[in-house]
């Protein structure tokens, strides 16, 4: 059974940084895609960033652009977000997730497997 599992959440304040990890079992995600969402109370689930299977290439929602850095090591199967300098508004319930193929940006449609989310709040 494929599972995502992420931790690293909690309470921030703002300019903090946290990190996130998602850490993948029941199969390997090497060649896949591998990105971060996230869900805010009452809105929609929107991307955040996007990291290709060979860990080159990566792509970020505009507002994160410069803030936070995706990553992904492939030998220990696991994936990050590193979020610096966080903004009140990014309080929400962030999920790691798995694509269907190579190189996924942010489609959510395009991806297969979610995690259960990790909360972040952050405090102004």
């Known amino acids: 059974q494929v599972q995502l599992v992420e931790s690293g959440g909690g309470l921030v304040q703002a300019g903090q940084s946290l990190r996130l990890s998602c850490a993948p079992s029941g199969r390997t995600f090497s060649s896949y895609a591998l990105g971060w969402f996230r869900q805010a109370p009452g809105k929609q689930r929107e991307f955040v960033a996007a990291?290709?299977?060979?860990?080159?290439?990566?792509y970020y929602e505009d507002s994160v652009k410069g803030r936070c850095t995706i990553s992904r090591d492939n030998t220990k199967n696991r994936l990050y977000l590193q979020m610096n300098s966080r903004k009140p508004g990014e309080t929400a319930v962030y999920y790691c997730a798995a694509a269907l193929k190579s190189s996924s940006r942010d489609n959510p449609h395009e991806y297969g497997y979610w995690g259960q989310g990790t909360q972040v709040t952050v405090s102004s």
């Open positions: 990291i290709y299977w060979t860990g080159a290439i990566t």
